[in-house]
């Protein structure tokens, strides 16, 4: 198993809040397989516990930044811009993310990922959203589309480690941004491909219906499901 996910783990399975794996390493726990580079480890956290993983990383010696389009850097777990977080990038001496400070602004900074990351240097925190029994999607589209995955198939596990469903995956992978992207382009179709032919039924079902209620004009991904169907 990739060193990366190892650490991360031993990070946070102590925390006392929930957390898993996302984006393309958690793909990489599904298939049990190394798949690609990866520029960073991306775990998630729900809304309620934005200052508890901001608490974790500032006394595990992390610098602790608000993503946006320039980064602002947190310095304690209460700052009110902890409650506004989607996103949350934490990183430590060697990180292939370079911050630098905008001129003329004080504590806005601007980033370039420079290589691949094969230390655990550099985790990328995304805040997602529940309630008692679901996994909620519709923030993460930037609306309120009724959207959702049971939390018992959301989150999986692989010895023990938690880590988002693949089908949950690509379908934010799904998003225009990923697929247009020049960061995400390249990649993006390539974890689509790896994981659709191996995907349970239920799981694909679930997909395809989540892309065609996400976007009722049509997505690539969607007619690609389709074909995989009738093969």
């Given at each position: 198993?990739?060193?990366?996910?190892?650490?991360?783990?031993?990070?946070f399975?102590?925390?006392?809040f929930?957390?898993y794996?996302c984006?393309?390493?958690?793909?990489e726990?599904?298939?049990g397989k190394?798949m690609?580079?990866?520029?960073?480890?991306?775990?998630?956290?729900?809304?309620?516990?934005?200052?508890?993983?901001?608490?974790?990383?500032?006394?595990?010696?992390?610098?602790?930044?608000h993503?946006?389009?320039?980064?602002t850097?947190?310095?304690?777990?209460?700052?009110?811009?902890?409650?506004?977080c989607?996103?949350i990038?934490?990183?430590?001496?060697?990180s292939?993310?370079r911050?630098?400070p905008?001129?003329?602004?004080?504590?806005?900074?601007?980033?370039e990922?420079v290589?691949?990351q094969?230390e655990?240097?550099?985790i990328?925190?995304?805040?997602?959203t529940?309630?008692?029994?679901n996994?909620?999607?519709?923030?993460?589209?930037?609306?309120?589309?009724?959207?959702?995955?049971?939390?018992?198939?959301?989150?999986l596990y692989?010895?023990?480690?938690?880590y988002?469903?693949?089908e949950v995956?690509?379908?934010?992978?799904?998003h225009?941004?990923?697929?247009t992207h020049?960061?995400h382009?390249e990649k993006?179709?390539?974890?689509f491909a790896a994981?659709i032919?191996?995907?349970?039924?239920?799981?694909?079902?679930?997909?395809?219906?989540?892309l065609e209620?996400?976007?009722?004009?049509?997505n690539?991904w969607?007619?690609?499901?389709?074909?995989?169907?009738?093969?």
């Amino acid at each position: 198993m990739n060193k990366l996910i190892l650490e991360g783990n031993e990070l946070f399975k102590g925390c006392g809040f929930p957390y898993y794996i996302c984006g393309g390493f958690a793909l990489e726990l599904f298939l049990g397989k190394t798949m690609r580079s990866h520029s960073d480890l991306d775990i998630s956290v729900f809304e309620e516990n934005r200052k508890d993983v901001v608490e974790l990383l500032l006394a595990d010696g992390w610098s602790v930044y608000h993503r946006a389009k320039y980064q602002t850097q947190i310095f304690a777990a209460d700052d009110p811009l902890v409650l506004d977080c989607r996103v949350i990038w934490a990183i430590k001496p060697g990180s292939p993310l370079r911050v630098k400070p905008l001129e003329g602004e004080e504590n806005l900074y601007d980033f370039e990922i420079v290589e691949p990351q094969t230390e655990f240097n550099f985790i990328e925190i995304v805040v997602d959203t529940k309630d008692e029994d679901n996994f909620l999607l519709g923030k993460q589209l930037g609306g309120e589309k009724n959207i959702s995955r049971a939390l018992d198939k959301a989150i999986l596990y692989k010895d023990g480690i938690p880590y988002m469903a693949p089908e949950v995956v690509l379908f934010l992978k799904a998003h225009p941004t990923y697929l247009t992207h020049e960061f995400h382009k390249e990649k993006t179709p390539g974890d689509f491909a790896a994981i659709i032919p191996v995907l349970p039924d239920e799981s694909r079902e679930w997909l395809k219906g989540a892309l065609e209620t996400a976007y009722p004009e049509g997505n690539y991904w969607i007619s690609e499901l389709e074909v995989e169907e009738n093969d």
